[in-house]
Protein backbone atom coordinates (compact mmCIF):
# COMPACT_ATOMS: atom_id res chain seq x y z
CA UNK A 1 0.00 0.00 0.00
CA UNK A 2 1.26 3.08 -1.00
CA UNK A 3 1.56 6.31 1.96
CA UNK A 4 -0.45 8.63 2.86
CA UNK A 5 1.60 11.63 1.39
CA UNK A 6 1.56 14.78 4.40
CA UNK A 7 2.81 18.30 4.15
CA UNK A 8 5.03 19.75 7.01
CA UNK A 9 4.93 23.38 8.00
CA UNK A 10 7.66 23.48 5.75
CA UNK A 11 6.61 22.22 2.49
CA UNK A 12 8.53 19.58 2.25
CA UNK A 13 6.46 15.97 1.89
CA UNK A 14 6.30 13.07 4.58
CA UNK A 15 5.05 9.61 3.89
CA UNK A 16 6.16 8.06 7.45
CA UNK A 17 3.07 8.41 9.39
CA UNK A 18 -0.03 7.23 7.53
CA UNK A 19 -1.55 4.83 5.13
CA UNK A 20 -4.03 4.57 1.91
CA UNK A 21 -5.79 1.68 2.23
CA UNK A 22 -6.99 1.98 -1.24
CA UNK A 23 -4.78 -0.19 -3.11
CA UNK A 24 -5.51 0.49 -6.35
CA UNK A 25 -3.68 4.04 -6.73
CA UNK A 26 -0.43 3.31 -8.32
CA UNK A 27 2.59 3.54 -6.49
CA UNK A 28 4.55 6.33 -8.93
CA UNK A 29 2.58 8.32 -6.36
CA UNK A 30 5.16 8.06 -3.74
CA UNK A 31 7.90 9.58 -6.20
CA UNK A 32 8.57 13.23 -6.80
CA UNK A 33 5.78 15.08 -8.87
CA UNK A 34 5.15 18.64 -10.96
CA UNK A 35 1.46 19.42 -10.66
CA UNK A 36 2.15 21.36 -13.59
CA UNK A 37 2.69 17.67 -15.12
CA UNK A 38 -1.05 17.07 -14.95
CA UNK A 39 -3.11 18.98 -17.97
CA UNK A 40 -6.21 21.19 -16.57
CA UNK A 41 -8.44 19.87 -18.72
CA UNK A 42 -8.14 16.25 -16.86
CA UNK A 43 -8.10 17.82 -13.66
CA UNK A 44 -11.32 19.66 -14.77
CA UNK A 45 -13.02 16.18 -15.97
CA UNK A 46 -12.01 14.68 -12.30
CA UNK A 47 -13.57 17.86 -10.86
CA UNK A 48 -16.81 17.45 -12.62
CA UNK A 49 -17.40 14.20 -11.68
CA UNK A 50 -17.14 15.06 -7.80
CA UNK A 51 -19.89 17.92 -9.33
CA UNK A 52 -22.33 15.81 -9.96
CA UNK A 53 -21.66 13.65 -6.80
CA UNK A 54 -21.42 15.89 -3.93
CA UNK A 55 -23.04 19.58 -5.03
CA UNK A 56 -26.23 18.05 -5.53
CA UNK A 57 -26.44 16.33 -2.14
CA UNK A 58 -24.99 19.55 -0.38
CA UNK A 59 -27.28 21.50 -2.17
CA UNK A 60 -30.64 19.11 -0.81
CA UNK A 61 -29.01 19.19 2.57
CA UNK A 62 -28.15 23.22 2.97
CA UNK A 63 -31.81 23.37 1.39
CA UNK A 64 -33.41 21.28 3.68
CA UNK A 65 -31.21 23.05 6.56
CA UNK A 66 -32.04 26.48 5.93
CA UNK A 67 -35.65 25.81 4.89
CA UNK A 68 -36.50 26.32 8.59
CA UNK A 69 -35.63 29.48 9.11
CA UNK A 70 -37.65 30.97 6.40
CA UNK A 71 -40.41 28.74 7.14
CA UNK A 72 -40.54 30.24 10.64
CA UNK A 73 -40.84 33.89 9.39
CA UNK A 74 -44.04 32.61 7.10
CA UNK A 75 -45.40 31.19 10.03
CA UNK A 76 -45.82 34.42 11.80
CA UNK A 77 -48.14 36.02 9.28
CA UNK A 78 -50.09 33.27 8.02
CA UNK A 79 -53.73 32.67 8.37
CA UNK A 80 -53.35 36.20 10.23
CA UNK A 81 -56.84 37.12 8.91
CA UNK A 82 -58.42 34.17 10.67
CA UNK A 83 -56.47 34.31 13.23
CA UNK A 84 -54.28 31.27 13.07
CA UNK A 85 -50.88 31.98 12.44
CA UNK A 86 -48.47 30.98 14.60
CA UNK A 87 -48.17 34.83 16.70
CA UNK A 88 -52.10 34.49 17.11
CA UNK A 89 -51.97 30.70 17.85
CA UNK A 90 -49.40 30.52 20.82
CA UNK A 91 -50.39 33.94 21.98
CA UNK A 92 -46.95 35.58 21.44
CA UNK A 93 -46.09 38.74 22.17
CA UNK A 94 -43.35 41.40 20.46
CA UNK A 95 -40.78 40.79 23.28
CA UNK A 96 -41.65 36.43 23.15
CA UNK A 97 -41.34 36.49 19.25
CA UNK A 98 -37.87 38.48 19.30
CA UNK A 99 -36.70 36.65 21.89
CA UNK A 100 -37.57 33.38 20.51
CA UNK A 101 -35.76 34.27 17.02
CA UNK A 102 -33.06 34.97 18.95
CA UNK A 103 -32.34 32.06 20.82
CA UNK A 104 -32.18 30.37 17.94
CA UNK A 105 -28.70 32.26 17.00
CA UNK A 106 -27.62 31.68 20.46
CA UNK A 107 -27.90 27.91 20.01
CA UNK A 108 -26.08 28.14 17.01
CA UNK A 109 -23.40 30.64 18.45
CA UNK A 110 -22.59 28.24 20.98
CA UNK A 111 -22.55 25.02 19.06
CA UNK A 112 -21.09 25.76 16.33
CA UNK A 113 -17.51 25.30 17.04
CA UNK A 114 -17.84 22.50 19.10
CA UNK A 115 -20.03 20.72 16.52
CA UNK A 116 -17.69 21.85 13.52
CA UNK A 117 -14.45 20.38 15.49
CA UNK A 118 -16.57 17.35 16.10
CA UNK A 119 -16.85 16.14 12.17
CA UNK A 120 -12.80 16.48 11.69
CA UNK A 121 -12.93 13.65 14.31
CA UNK A 122 -15.75 11.90 12.67
CA UNK A 123 -17.06 10.58 9.20
CA UNK A 124 -18.23 13.80 7.88
CA UNK A 125 -21.04 12.31 5.93
CA UNK A 126 -22.31 10.96 8.49
CA UNK A 127 -22.02 13.97 10.73
CA UNK A 128 -23.91 15.48 8.23
CA UNK A 129 -26.62 13.33 7.67
CA UNK A 130 -26.86 14.08 11.35
CA UNK A 131 -27.45 17.20 11.33
CA UNK A 132 -29.98 17.02 8.84
CA UNK A 133 -31.90 14.19 10.37
CA UNK A 134 -32.09 16.09 13.48
CA UNK A 135 -33.21 19.05 12.36
CA UNK A 136 -35.67 17.27 10.69
CA UNK A 137 -36.96 15.49 13.87
CA UNK A 138 -37.12 19.28 16.05
CA UNK A 139 -39.23 20.75 13.15
CA UNK A 140 -41.62 17.96 13.34
CA UNK A 141 -42.26 18.72 16.78
CA UNK A 142 -43.37 22.29 16.45
CA UNK A 143 -46.87 20.99 15.60
CA UNK A 144 -46.90 20.14 19.19
CA UNK A 145 -46.69 23.91 20.32
CA UNK A 146 -49.19 25.07 22.55
CA UNK A 147 -47.42 28.20 24.22
CA UNK A 148 -45.08 30.86 24.49
CA UNK A 149 -42.53 29.00 26.63
CA UNK A 150 -42.54 26.22 24.38
CA UNK A 151 -41.56 28.12 21.13
CA UNK A 152 -38.45 29.72 22.67
CA UNK A 153 -37.20 26.22 24.24
CA UNK A 154 -37.83 24.85 20.39
CA UNK A 155 -36.40 27.83 18.91
CA UNK A 156 -33.00 27.09 20.88
CA UNK A 157 -32.97 23.34 20.76
CA UNK A 158 -33.24 24.04 16.72
CA UNK A 159 -30.07 26.37 16.30
CA UNK A 160 -28.15 23.55 18.15
CA UNK A 161 -29.61 21.00 15.95
CA UNK A 162 -28.42 23.15 12.89
CA UNK A 163 -25.18 24.48 14.29
CA UNK A 164 -22.46 23.66 12.10
CA UNK A 165 -24.21 23.13 9.15
CA UNK A 166 -22.49 25.98 7.14
CA UNK A 167 -18.99 25.69 8.13
CA UNK A 168 -19.86 21.98 8.15
CA UNK A 169 -19.96 22.28 4.46
CA UNK A 170 -17.46 24.39 3.91
CA UNK A 171 -15.20 21.93 5.37
CA UNK A 172 -16.50 19.19 3.20
CA UNK A 173 -15.53 21.41 0.42
CA UNK A 174 -12.10 21.90 1.73
CA UNK A 175 -11.76 17.74 1.44
CA UNK A 176 -12.40 17.36 -1.94
CA UNK A 177 -11.66 20.80 -3.51
CA UNK A 178 -8.02 23.13 -3.66
CA UNK A 179 -9.07 26.81 -2.85
CA UNK A 180 -9.00 28.08 -6.09
CA UNK A 181 -12.19 26.35 -7.35
CA UNK A 182 -13.90 26.19 -4.14
CA UNK A 183 -16.21 29.55 -3.93
CA UNK A 184 -17.60 28.74 -6.94
CA UNK A 185 -18.95 25.81 -5.37
CA UNK A 186 -19.57 27.01 -2.14
CA UNK A 187 -21.48 28.95 -4.34
CA UNK A 188 -23.42 26.85 -5.99
CA UNK A 189 -24.84 24.55 -2.99
CA UNK A 190 -25.06 28.63 -0.97
CA UNK A 191 -27.98 29.01 -4.11
CA UNK A 192 -30.22 26.63 -1.67
CA UNK A 193 -30.35 28.84 0.60
CA UNK A 194 -32.39 31.28 -1.68
CA UNK A 195 -34.40 28.85 -3.28
CA UNK A 196 -35.71 27.89 0.26
CA UNK A 197 -36.70 31.32 1.25
CA UNK A 198 -38.38 31.24 -2.30
CA UNK A 199 -39.85 28.04 -2.02
CA UNK A 200 -40.84 28.84 1.50
CA UNK A 201 -43.03 31.78 1.26
CA UNK A 202 -44.87 29.97 -2.36
CA UNK A 203 -45.66 26.61 -0.05
CA UNK A 204 -46.61 28.60 2.96
CA UNK A 205 -49.31 29.98 0.51
CA UNK A 206 -50.49 26.25 -0.10
CA UNK A 207 -50.49 25.47 3.40
CA UNK A 208 -52.60 28.37 4.42
CA UNK A 209 -55.72 26.51 2.68
CA UNK A 210 -55.43 23.30 4.94
CA UNK A 211 -55.79 25.77 8.08
CA UNK A 212 -57.83 23.80 10.68
CA UNK A 213 -57.47 20.50 8.66
CA UNK A 214 -58.26 17.24 10.87
CA UNK A 215 -57.99 20.50 13.66
CA UNK A 216 -54.29 21.52 12.82
CA UNK A 217 -53.59 24.83 11.95
CA UNK A 218 -52.25 25.52 8.67
CA UNK A 219 -48.50 26.36 10.17
CA UNK A 220 -48.78 22.92 12.23
CA UNK A 221 -49.52 20.86 8.83
CA UNK A 222 -46.36 23.28 7.61
CA UNK A 223 -43.84 22.31 10.00
CA UNK A 224 -44.78 18.54 10.63
CA UNK A 225 -44.65 18.15 6.68
CA UNK A 226 -41.78 19.66 6.47
CA UNK A 227 -39.57 17.63 9.68
CA UNK A 228 -41.05 14.08 7.81
CA UNK A 229 -39.72 14.88 4.68
CA UNK A 230 -35.97 16.47 5.97
CA UNK A 231 -35.38 13.35 7.84
CA UNK A 232 -36.04 11.07 5.28
CA UNK A 233 -33.42 13.07 2.87
CA UNK A 234 -31.06 12.53 5.89
CA UNK A 235 -31.37 9.03 6.09
CA UNK A 236 -30.60 8.82 2.24
CA UNK A 237 -27.96 11.23 2.53
CA UNK A 238 -25.94 8.61 4.84
CA UNK A 239 -26.03 6.06 1.25
CA UNK A 240 -25.09 8.75 -0.77
CA UNK A 241 -22.32 11.57 0.37
CA UNK A 242 -18.88 10.11 -0.12
CA UNK A 243 -16.34 10.62 3.11
CA UNK A 244 -13.01 11.64 3.04
CA UNK A 245 -11.25 11.51 -0.32
CA UNK A 246 -8.21 9.83 0.82
CA UNK A 247 -9.47 6.34 2.82
CA UNK A 248 -7.43 5.95 6.32
CA UNK A 249 -5.48 3.21 7.43
CA UNK A 250 -7.79 2.01 10.81
CA UNK A 251 -5.39 1.92 13.43
CA UNK A 252 -5.01 5.68 12.33
CA UNK A 253 -8.69 6.62 11.75
CA UNK A 254 -9.52 4.95 15.81
CA UNK A 255 -7.07 7.82 16.62
CA UNK A 256 -9.81 10.40 15.01
CA UNK A 257 -12.27 8.67 16.71
CA UNK A 258 -12.78 5.98 19.47
CA UNK A 259 -16.60 6.10 18.58
CA UNK A 260 -17.36 6.31 15.09
CA UNK A 261 -20.48 4.54 13.86
CA UNK A 262 -19.89 4.81 9.94
CA UNK A 263 -18.10 1.08 10.11
CA UNK A 264 -21.74 -0.16 11.09
CA UNK A 265 -22.84 1.71 8.29
CA UNK A 266 -22.37 0.88 4.55
CA UNK A 267 -19.75 2.91 2.29
CA UNK A 268 -21.44 4.93 0.06
CA UNK A 269 -19.71 3.94 -3.81
CA UNK A 270 -16.69 6.38 -4.77
CA UNK A 271 -17.19 9.03 -6.82
CA UNK A 272 -14.40 8.49 -9.15
CA UNK A 273 -12.61 5.70 -10.62
CA UNK A 274 -9.53 4.93 -10.05
CA UNK A 275 -7.38 6.81 -12.74
CA UNK A 276 -9.18 9.65 -11.44
CA UNK A 277 -8.69 9.23 -7.69
CA UNK A 278 -4.88 9.14 -9.02
CA UNK A 279 -4.74 12.47 -10.28
CA UNK A 280 -7.55 13.59 -7.20
CA UNK A 281 -4.61 12.55 -5.09
CA UNK A 282 -1.97 14.21 -6.96
CA UNK A 283 -3.87 17.49 -7.04
CA UNK A 284 -4.88 17.58 -3.63
CA UNK A 285 -1.95 15.87 -1.80
CA UNK A 286 0.15 19.32 -1.92
CA UNK A 287 -2.10 20.86 -0.62
CA UNK A 288 -2.87 18.49 2.50
CA UNK A 289 -2.07 18.74 5.78
CA UNK A 290 -2.65 16.12 8.74
CA UNK A 291 -6.30 15.87 10.51
CA UNK A 292 -4.68 15.91 13.99
CA UNK A 293 -4.45 18.47 16.00
CA UNK A 294 -4.11 19.89 19.69
CA UNK A 295 -6.04 22.63 21.39
CA UNK A 296 -2.81 24.63 21.01
CA UNK A 297 -3.96 24.76 17.70
CA UNK A 298 -7.23 25.62 18.03
CA UNK A 299 -6.52 28.79 20.15
CA UNK A 300 -3.76 29.67 17.62
CA UNK A 301 -6.63 29.85 15.26
CA UNK A 302 -8.81 31.67 17.40
CA UNK A 303 -5.57 34.51 18.52
CA UNK A 304 -4.90 35.06 15.30
CA UNK A 305 -6.05 38.67 14.43
CA UNK A 306 -6.62 38.39 10.96
CA UNK A 307 -10.21 35.61 11.93
CA UNK A 308 -12.16 39.39 13.53
CA UNK A 309 -12.63 41.47 10.49
CA UNK A 310 -13.78 37.91 8.40
CA UNK A 311 -16.45 37.68 11.59
CA UNK A 312 -17.30 41.51 11.66
CA UNK A 313 -17.55 41.00 7.51
CA UNK A 314 -20.27 37.61 8.14
CA UNK A 315 -22.13 39.55 11.20
CA UNK A 316 -23.45 42.56 9.00
CA UNK A 317 -24.42 40.67 5.78
CA UNK A 318 -25.50 37.52 7.84
CA UNK A 319 -27.69 39.51 10.37
CA UNK A 320 -29.36 41.54 7.27
CA UNK A 321 -30.00 38.08 5.17
CA UNK A 322 -31.01 36.84 8.38
CA UNK A 323 -33.39 39.78 9.18
CA UNK A 324 -34.90 40.25 6.00
CA UNK A 325 -35.36 36.12 5.79
CA UNK A 326 -37.26 36.25 9.37
CA UNK A 327 -39.06 39.51 9.25
CA UNK A 328 -39.32 40.00 5.19
CA UNK A 329 -42.74 39.28 5.30
CA UNK A 330 -43.13 41.96 8.18
CA UNK A 331 -41.92 44.35 5.90
CA UNK A 332 -43.36 43.86 3.27
CA UNK A 333 -47.07 43.77 5.42
CA UNK A 334 -46.48 46.82 6.88
CA UNK A 335 -46.28 48.76 3.55
CA UNK A 336 -48.93 46.69 2.12
CA UNK A 337 -51.46 46.60 4.46
CA UNK A 338 -53.72 45.86 1.87
CA UNK A 339 -52.43 42.92 0.57
CA UNK A 340 -53.66 39.10 2.13
CA UNK A 341 -51.22 37.29 3.91
CA UNK A 342 -51.03 34.47 0.81
CA UNK A 343 -50.09 37.44 -0.85
CA UNK A 344 -47.52 38.58 1.29
CA UNK A 345 -45.94 34.83 0.99
CA UNK A 346 -45.85 34.81 -2.30
CA UNK A 347 -44.11 38.35 -2.67
CA UNK A 348 -41.68 37.32 0.31
CA UNK A 349 -40.33 34.12 -2.82
CA UNK A 350 -38.78 36.91 -5.28
CA UNK A 351 -36.12 38.46 -2.79
CA UNK A 352 -34.27 34.91 -2.53
CA UNK A 353 -34.63 34.02 -6.05
CA UNK A 354 -32.81 38.15 -6.94
CA UNK A 355 -30.48 36.53 -4.03
CA UNK A 356 -30.18 33.79 -6.22
CA UNK A 357 -28.95 35.58 -9.41
CA UNK A 358 -26.52 37.35 -7.46
CA UNK A 359 -24.17 34.45 -6.44
CA UNK A 360 -24.76 32.71 -10.15
CA UNK A 361 -23.95 36.29 -11.90
CA UNK A 362 -21.23 37.42 -9.36
CA UNK A 363 -19.73 34.62 -7.01
CA UNK A 364 -17.61 32.86 -10.21
CA UNK A 365 -16.21 36.16 -11.24
CA UNK A 366 -15.05 36.37 -7.55
CA UNK A 367 -14.08 33.29 -7.41
CA UNK A 368 -11.37 33.47 -10.85
CA UNK A 369 -10.12 36.72 -9.85
CA UNK A 370 -9.74 35.68 -6.25
CA UNK A 371 -6.93 38.31 -5.40
CA UNK A 372 -10.11 40.51 -6.11
CA UNK A 373 -12.76 39.23 -3.39
CA UNK A 374 -12.53 42.04 -1.12
CA UNK A 375 -13.64 44.36 -4.10
CA UNK A 376 -16.19 41.75 -5.03
CA UNK A 377 -17.49 41.65 -1.70
CA UNK A 378 -17.82 45.04 -0.91
CA UNK A 379 -19.57 45.86 -4.26
CA UNK A 380 -22.19 43.04 -3.36
CA UNK A 381 -22.41 45.29 0.46
CA UNK A 382 -22.74 48.08 -1.36
CA UNK A 383 -26.21 47.03 -3.61
CA UNK A 384 -27.50 45.57 -0.51
CA UNK A 385 -27.08 49.00 1.49
CA UNK A 386 -28.60 50.74 -1.84
CA UNK A 387 -31.50 48.02 -1.65
CA UNK A 388 -32.22 49.02 1.77
CA UNK A 389 -32.11 52.78 1.38
CA UNK A 390 -34.96 51.91 -0.96
CA UNK A 391 -36.88 49.42 1.17
CA UNK A 392 -36.92 52.71 3.59
CA UNK A 393 -37.11 55.84 2.02
CA UNK A 394 -39.06 55.00 -1.51
CA UNK A 395 -42.00 57.24 -2.17
CA UNK A 396 -44.67 54.03 -2.85
CA UNK A 397 -45.19 50.84 -1.43
CA UNK A 398 -44.67 48.81 -4.36
CA UNK A 399 -40.92 50.53 -5.31
CA UNK A 400 -40.23 50.11 -1.36
CA UNK A 401 -41.07 46.38 -1.91
CA UNK A 402 -38.49 46.59 -5.40
CA UNK A 403 -35.83 47.91 -2.52
CA UNK A 404 -35.81 44.22 -1.14
CA UNK A 405 -35.49 43.12 -4.48
CA UNK A 406 -31.85 44.88 -4.83
CA UNK A 407 -30.90 44.04 -1.19
CA UNK A 408 -31.54 40.28 -2.25
CA UNK A 409 -29.35 40.69 -5.42
CA UNK A 410 -26.33 42.34 -2.84
CA UNK A 411 -26.74 39.07 -0.33
CA UNK A 412 -26.25 36.61 -2.64
CA UNK A 413 -22.38 36.71 -3.08
CA UNK A 414 -21.06 37.86 0.02
CA UNK A 415 -21.15 34.72 2.51
CA UNK A 416 -19.79 32.37 -0.17
CA UNK A 417 -16.90 34.91 -0.92
CA UNK A 418 -16.31 35.53 2.90
CA UNK A 419 -16.38 31.61 3.55
CA UNK A 420 -13.81 31.02 0.88
CA UNK A 421 -11.42 33.65 1.69
CA UNK A 422 -10.85 32.57 5.23
CA UNK A 423 -10.52 28.91 4.28
CA UNK A 424 -7.69 30.38 1.74
CA UNK A 425 -6.29 32.22 4.67
CA UNK A 426 -6.52 29.95 7.54
CA UNK A 427 -5.93 26.80 5.30
CA UNK A 428 -2.95 27.52 4.01
CA UNK A 429 -1.26 28.55 7.27
CA UNK A 430 -3.08 25.67 9.79
CA UNK A 431 -4.19 23.10 7.58
CA UNK A 432 -7.20 20.68 7.92
CA UNK A 433 -8.21 22.35 11.49
CA UNK A 434 -7.91 25.76 10.28
CA UNK A 435 -10.32 25.32 7.82
CA UNK A 436 -12.51 23.68 10.18
CA UNK A 437 -12.20 25.92 13.05
CA UNK A 438 -12.09 29.62 11.01
CA UNK A 439 -15.58 28.11 8.99
CA UNK A 440 -17.02 27.66 12.62
CA UNK A 441 -15.86 30.72 14.52
CA UNK A 442 -16.67 33.14 11.28
CA UNK A 443 -20.19 31.67 10.88
CA UNK A 444 -20.87 31.11 14.69
CA UNK A 445 -19.64 34.17 16.31
CA UNK A 446 -20.95 36.14 12.95
CA UNK A 447 -24.21 35.00 13.71
CA UNK A 448 -24.43 37.55 16.52
CA UNK A 449 -25.47 39.93 13.54
CA UNK A 450 -28.39 37.37 13.07
CA UNK A 451 -29.11 38.13 16.95
CA UNK A 452 -28.65 41.76 16.88
CA UNK A 453 -31.33 42.21 13.66
CA UNK A 454 -33.68 39.47 15.42
CA UNK A 455 -33.75 40.54 18.63
CA UNK A 456 -32.95 43.81 19.17
CA UNK A 457 -34.69 45.10 15.55
CA UNK A 458 -37.98 44.59 13.83
CA UNK A 459 -40.20 43.02 16.79
CA UNK A 460 -38.10 43.37 18.83
CA UNK A 461 -37.91 47.50 18.71
CA UNK A 462 -41.88 47.76 19.39
CA UNK A 463 -41.31 51.34 19.12
CA UNK A 464 -40.12 50.96 15.23
CA UNK A 465 -43.37 50.01 13.70
CA UNK A 466 -44.47 53.01 14.00
CA UNK A 467 -41.64 54.10 11.43
CA UNK A 468 -42.16 50.93 9.21
CA UNK A 469 -39.30 49.78 10.85
CA UNK A 470 -36.97 52.76 9.60
CA UNK A 471 -34.16 52.98 12.37
CA UNK A 472 -34.26 48.76 11.91
CA UNK A 473 -33.35 49.12 8.54
CA UNK A 474 -30.97 52.00 9.33
CA UNK A 475 -28.87 50.20 12.05
CA UNK A 476 -28.77 46.86 9.07
CA UNK A 477 -27.13 49.60 6.71
CA UNK A 478 -24.52 50.80 9.56
CA UNK A 479 -23.92 47.14 10.43
CA UNK A 480 -22.99 46.94 6.54
CA UNK A 481 -21.05 49.74 6.24
CA UNK A 482 -18.75 48.19 9.16
CA UNK A 483 -18.23 45.07 7.12
CA UNK A 484 -16.91 46.62 4.34
CA UNK A 485 -14.50 48.27 6.46
CA UNK A 486 -13.69 45.17 8.26
CA UNK A 487 -12.44 43.41 4.72
CA UNK A 488 -10.25 46.59 3.81
CA UNK A 489 -8.75 46.25 7.20
CA UNK A 490 -8.23 42.77 6.60
CA UNK A 491 -6.93 43.32 3.32
CA UNK A 492 -3.62 45.62 5.43
CA UNK A 493 -3.13 43.07 7.79
CA UNK A 494 -2.74 40.40 4.86
CA UNK A 495 -0.32 43.20 3.25
CA UNK A 496 1.75 44.79 5.98
CA UNK A 497 1.66 42.01 8.84
CA UNK A 498 1.48 38.79 7.03
CA UNK A 499 2.62 39.12 3.28
CA UNK A 500 2.71 36.11 0.73
CA UNK A 501 6.31 34.42 1.03
CA UNK A 502 7.88 35.69 -2.17
CA UNK A 503 8.49 33.07 -5.05
CA UNK A 504 11.63 32.62 -5.70
CA UNK A 505 10.92 30.38 -8.82
CA UNK A 506 9.62 33.69 -10.69
CA UNK A 507 13.24 35.35 -10.71
CA UNK A 508 14.82 32.13 -11.92
Known sequence: MPDVIEVDDEGSVNTSSMKYSDNVISQDIEETFDLDEIPEKELDKVYRRLDYRIIPALW???????????????????????????????????????????????????????????????????????????????????????????????????????????????????????????????????????????????????????????????????????????????????????????????????????????????????????????????????????????????????????????IIMYFGVVGTGFGLAVFGTSIIEINNPQLSSIDVSLLYAPIWLFDLAGILIITPIADKFKKYRPLFFSFSTLIIIAGMFVTTYAPTSWSSYGGLLIAGFGLGPTVPITMAWAAEIFGANYGDVGCAVSAALVSGLGNLGSVTATYALYTGWPADYARKYEYSNMMLVVMLGVSVIASFVLVGLLKFLYPEPEDKSLKE
Open 60 to 310: CLYFLTSYGSSAYGNTLTMNTSEGHSLIQSLNLTDHDTSTASALYYVGYIIFDVPMNLAMTRLSPQVWLSRIVITVGLVYACYAALDNNKGIMAIRFVSGMCGAGTWPGLSYYITLWYPNHRSAKRIGYYFTAAQISAAAAGLVAAGFQKMDMDRGLEGWKWYFLVYGCITVLVGILLLFWLPDRPFEIEKVERSKLSKFSISKYLPKPRKPLNAHMRELHRKDMVGRYKKLEYSWRDVLKIICDIRIWPL
